[in-house]
C-alpha cells in the first residue's frame, strides 16, 4: 500500500495459486471469464475459508458460552479462539478488546452510541472527514441530533486527498471525537493516519478510524496508530459477510455502558436489577455470528499465509498498471489522484453515465462498481452524479487491467 | 447479451440531444424522482389543461436509459389528457416487466425501451420517468409552480 503503511521487500505473489483458492474466479459471466474488479464492495472468499466455516459448522457448532457439554466447548474454543486470531492480527493488547459485530457499520454505530451519545452535550463537537463512507457520516449525524453535538468536516481537495492543515485547523477545544477512514472507498486515497491520531490527541479527542478498506490491504497495528477506535469488516478481507471487528481500547471499553441487551452480556438477571457481564461480552449480547468470526480467523489465516506485504505489493503494480493504462485512454478522468493510494481506481468516461458504463463493461463479465459508493459527499464535491470504481485485490491480475481497458473501448464504441 | 439490443440508435439519439429537456414556464404541476442506486435524479414539470397535458419538460441527470426514456416519454404524452397517460404507463410497465411478446404497436418509439428486458438491473432506469410522471399527474388539486 502506501508509505504510511509498512511495505517491506517481499517475494512476489503466486497470483495463479491464489486464483485456484478462489472457485468463483472461474465463473463464466454472459460467455466471458469473470474480472472481479469490485472487492472493495466486497472480496470473494478463499477456499480455507470456505473450509474452516463447513468444518465448523459440520463438527463443532453448538451455542457458545452456555453448555457444559462437548460441542458447546468446542464451539467456545472455536469462536474465543478466533478473537485472539483477530487480536493477533491487528496487535490489540487484549482479546477483551476485540468485540464481534456484523461489520464497520454495526462496529460505528456500537461506539456511536455506546460512548458518544451518553457523554457528548451541545457544544461538544465532532470531527470527520470529506471523503467518508456514509457508515462513518450518518451515526455522528444522529447522535449530534440525540444529544445537540456538532458535525464538521475537514474538507477534502480536487486530488481526494484531505490536507492536513485543514484537518488540524477544524480541531479545537470542543472536539470530543474525531472519527476518519484509513483508506476511501470511493476514491482510495490512503489517509495520514497516524498523524491524525497524533492530532486529535493533542486536542484530547477520542479517535475512530473506519478501517474496512485497509485491513485486506496492509499491516494494520492498532497499538502503533494509537487508535482508541478501529472497525473491520470481514466480507472485505475475503471472510464472510455480517461478521465484523470493533477493536476499543480497554479502558474505553470498560467505561461504557452496554449497546445492546440480551442473553451473554449479563452476569445476573432479576426483575430489579441486573448486572452487565465483564468485556467483550458486555457488548456481544445473544447468540453471536459464530462460524462468521471462524471464518473470519480462517481469513487472517491465509492473508498472513500469502503475506500482506506480497499481496500489497501485488496490488500497487496493478495500481500503477492501471492507472498508466487508463490515462491513455480518451474521454476518462480519473477521479481520485492522491500521492498515496490503496487499489481503487474511481474513474468517469465523458458523455457515458457510470451506470451505463457498468452495464457496457458488465456485457464482457468485466464487474465493476457504479453509483455514489455510498460516499454521496464525494460525488458532490466533485460534481457527479456517479463513477465507475474498478477495486483489486490478491486475486486480479494484469490480464483483468487488459479486459478492462478493452471493455472500456468497447464502450467509447457504443457511445461514440 | 445483446448491447445493441439496449442501446439502440433511437436511445442513443434521444440521449444525446434530449427532447423537451430544460425548465416549463407555467407548469402546474411537477414532481421528483429519484434513483438512490444510481444517483439518477428526475425533476419533470407538467402543465395541465383541465385533462389535457397541454405541455411537459423534464430535467435532471441521469444514464443513457433513463434520459432516453423520460425523452421519448414527454413527446409521448404532450397532447394526451391524463387517463391516456395512465394508459400508456400501463402498457411501458408491461413492456419493461414482462419476459416477451411483441411490444404494443400503439407504443410507436417507446418500443425501443424493449430491449431493457434483458437487463433487469436496468429496468428501473426505464421506469423512473414514467413512476415521476404517475406522481405529478396524481394530485387532482393543480399545484402551482412558480417558476421565476
Request: a neutral charge; glycine letters at 8%.
Amino acid at each position: 500500500m502506501a508509505a504510511n503503511l509498512s511495505l517491506k521487500a517481499t517475494p512476489p505473489l503466486d497470483v495463479e495459486a491464489v486464483r485456484r483458492d478462489f472457485p468463483i474466479l472461474a465463473t463464466k459471466v454472459h460467455g466471458y471469464p469473470l474480472v472481479y474488479l469490485d472487492s472493495a464492495a466486497s472480496s470473494q472468499r478463499a477456499l480455507p475459508v470456505l473450509r474452516a466455516v463447513q468444518e465448523y459448522e459440520t463438527h463443532s457448532h453448538a451455542n457458545v458460552h452456555r453448555g457444559v457439554h462437548a460441542l458447546s466447548q468446542a464451539a467456545t474454543a472455536a469462536f474465543e479462539g478466533a478473537r485472539e486470531r483477530v487480536r493477533r492480527f491487528i496487535n490489540a493488547a487484549s482479546v477483551k478488546e476485540i468485540i464481534f459485530v456484523r461489520g464497520t457499520t454495526e462496529g460505528i454505530n456500537l461506539v456511536a452510541q455506546a460512548y458518544a451519545r451518553p457523554r457528548f452535550r451541545a457544544g461538544d463537537e465532532i470531527l470527520i472527514t470529506g471523503l467518508e463512507h456514509h457508515a462513518n457520516i450518518v451515526p455522528w449525524q444522529m447522535v449530534c441530533e440525540q444529544t445537540g453535538a456538532s458535525l464538521r468536516v475537514a474538507p477534502i481537495n480536487r486530488r481526494g486527498e484531505v490536507p492536513f492543515d485543514e484537518f488540524l485547523s477544524r480541531l479545537g477545544p470542543r472536539t470530543r471525537l474525531v472519527a476518519f477512514a484509513h483508506v476511501s472507498n470511493a476514491l482510495g486515497t490512503v489517509l495520514p493516519v497516524k498523524r491524525m491520531v497524533e492530532a486529535a490527541h493533542a486536542h484530547g479527542a477520542v479517535v475512530l478510524i473506519d478501517g474496512a478498506q485497509a485491513v485486506p490491504h496492509a499491516h494494520v497495528d492498532v497499538r502503533a496508530l494509537g487508535a482508541d477506535f478501529y472497525t473491520v469488516s470481514g466480507h472485505k478481507m475475503y471472510a464472510p459477510t455480517g461478521i465484523g471487528v470493533l477493536y476499543g481500547r480497554q479502558e474505553l471499553l470498560a467505561a461504557m455502558p452496554p449497546w445492546q441487551g440480551g442473553g451473554d452480556m449479563i452476569l445476573t438477571v432479576s426483575f430489579e436489577k441486573t448486572t452487565y457481564n465483564e468485556l467483550p461480552a458486555k457488548f456481544e449480547a445473544g447468540t453471536p455470528n459464530i462460524s462468521g468470526a471462524v471464518g473470519l480467523a480462517a481469513a487472517m489465516d491465509y492473508l498472513e499465509r500469502l503475506g500482506i506485504d506480497a499481496v500489497a505489493a501485488h496490488e500497487q503494480r496493478l495500481l500503477e498498471l492501471a492507472t498508466a493504462e487508463l490515462a491513455r485512454l480518451p474521454d476518462i478522468e480519473l477521479i481520485g489522484t492522491a500521492a498515496h493510494k490503496a487499489a481503487v481506481l474511481s474513474f468517469t468516461m465523458k458523455g457515458v453515465h457510470a451506470h451505463d458504463l457498468g452495464t457496457i463493461l458488465d456485457a464482457e463479465g468485466v464487474a465493476v462498481r457504479t453509483g455514489h459508493h455510498c460516499a454521496m459527499p464525494v460525488m458532490t464535491f466533485f460534481g457527479l452524479p456517479a463513477t465507475a470504481r474498478a477495486s483489486f485485490g490478491c486475486y486480479n491480475t494484469e490480464e483483468d487491467v487488459k479486459a478492462l481497458v478493452s471493455a472500456l473501448r468497447r464502450a467509447r464504441g457504443v457511445f461514440a | 447479451m445483446d448491447l445493441k439490443e439496449l442501446y439502440r440508435d433511437v436511445i442513443l439519439d434521444h440521449n444525446r440531444h434530449p427532447r423537451n429537456f430544460g425548465p416549463l414556464e407555467g407548469a402546474n404541476h411537477q414532481a421528483e424522482g429519484n434513483n438512490p442506486l444510481c444517483g439518477d435524479r428526475l425533476i419533470l414539470t407538467v402543465r395541465l389543461n383541465g385533462e389535457r397535458i397541454e405541455d411537459i419538460r423534464f430535467e435532471g441527470r441521469g444514464c443513457a436509459i433513463s434520459t432516453a426514456s423520460a425523452s421519448l416519454m414527454t413527446e409521448a404524452v404532450k397532447g394526451r389528457d391524463r387517463a391516456s397517460a395512465r394508459q400508456l404507463f400501463d402498457k411501458m410497465h408491461a413492456l419493461l416487466t414482462q419476459p416477451d411478446g411483441a411490444p404494443d404497436p400503439s407504443l410507436g418509439k417507446l418500443a425501443a425501451l424493449s430491449g431493457v428486458r434483458e437487463f433487469p438491473a436496468r429496468v428501473k432506469c426505464a421506469s423512473l420517468c414514467w413512476h415521476t410522471l404517475n406522481a405529478a399527474l396524481a394530485s387532482e388539486q393543480a399545484a402551482t409552480v412558480s417558476t421565476e
